[in-house]
């Protein structure tokens, strides 16, 4: 209350830029701590060594797509990041979302092959709770990691809101229900995260129900929604042009003579340029990526469906394993 709430205040989310620089110094020394007292843990509180090689677990796969699917969602945050930038434009907007995807794969892939190097299977949903709290070094990596969380509850506190605000009541800002949404989301998160200490339950229900479904089944449901749509506009009454570099600079007239490709033209093969397709140009199957779009709706239901059912089935059952003992 005394630091997530008063960032989660601030109606625009560039403000939280240095909180989020703070939260991302916090994420390097974390991962930096695990990878150099990993290896230096003595050997009763590591596993099997012979694990260490061991790629995937079958029965664990669906749970992992889902915990892993939590950790790139940025879905619901690209519309704030957008409007956040100084002149925002898609050229600008693909750099930040490749180099922080970037980023954030390396530090996934940093996390976790340290993590499972060190304790193979006695490996726990929060890394940080195998190590003794005797560690100097770990208890400040444990600091940085609430740290980290006090600074990114504010980020989806934001996109909450907006979209209570924009879905209820128009977009229209009133500094009272600004008060009492903004309240009732980080008390109610609080509330919440107080009746467990099991990081892994919370990540593979949040990670199951709302990641797989932001990752991969509405991007597939939208995409699938336009095409469905782009297919009834009668093509043959719209001219496409691409202009040249001195017809961009002019302003282009509105009217159905001009009219170009990039807003009509779906749906699209992958890497296809909507500029150069002519009109009524036919795809063959497996060009087109709406087989792709289908088999993707599918998979985020699947992983949907069995991870948050599995996570609610061995939390309520006390499954060895599944649940981390609060002491």
């Not at 993590?115 to 100097?136: A, C, M, Q, V």
């Not at 444990?142 to 907006?162: A, D, H, I, K, Q």
């Not at 061995?314 to 599944?322: E, I, L, P």
Request: aromatic fraction near 10%; charge should be neutral; charged fraction near 15%.
């Amino acid at each position: 209350m005394a630091i997530s709430y008063p960032l989660s205040l601030y109606r625009n989310i560039e403000k939280l830029s240095k909180a989020s620089a703070v939260a991302l110094l916090s994420m390097v020394f974390i991962i930096v701590a695990v990878i150099v007292r990993g290896p230096a843990m003595p050997s009763i509180l590591k596993g099997d060594p012979s694990l260490r090689f061991s790629v995937v677990h079958p029965s664990n796969l669906i749970r992992s797509v889902a915990v892993i699917s939590f950790a790139f969602v940025c879905h619901h945050n690209s519309l704030l990041i957008y409007g956040s930038l100084k002149e925002p434009s898609m050229d600008k907007f693909r750099m930040v979302t490749h180099y922080s995807t970037f980023i954030s794969a390396i530090a996934a892939i940093a996390m976790s092959i340290a993590g499972y190097w060190s304790f193979e299977d006695k490996t726990l949903s929060n890394i940080l709770n195998n190590f003794p709290r005797t560690d100097t070094v770990v208890n400040v990596a444990r600091f940085c990691f609430g740290l980290n969380m006090f600074t990114t509850l504010p980020l989806e506190c934001f996109v909450c809101r907006e979209v209570l605000e924009t879905y209820f009541f128009r977009g229209e800002y009133d500094h009272r229900r600004h008060l009492i949404l903004t309240t009732s989301l980080v008390t109610s998160a609080m509330l919440i995260s107080l009746l467990t200490c099991d990081l892994g339950i919370v990540l593979e229900i949040t990670g199951g129900l709302s990641a797989t479904a932001l990752a991969f089944f509405f991007p597939s449901v939208c995409y699938l929604k336009l095409s469905h749509d782009a297919k009834q506009i009668d093509r043959s009454a719209l001219y496409f042009a691409v202009p040249s570099q001195e017809e961009e600079q002019d302003t282009v007239e509105e009217g159905p003579e001009r009219v170009m490709a990039e807003n009509i033209a779906l749906p699209l093969r992958p890497g296809a340029n909507a500029a150069m397709r002519q009109p009524q140009q036919a795809f063959k199957w497996w060009e087109s990526t709406k087989l792709l779009s289908v088999a993707c709706a599918f998979f985020g239901a699947l992983v949907l469906v069995v991870s948050v059912g599995t996570a609610i089935s061995d939390a309520w059952s006390g499954r060895a394993g599944a649940v981390h003992q609060c002491n």
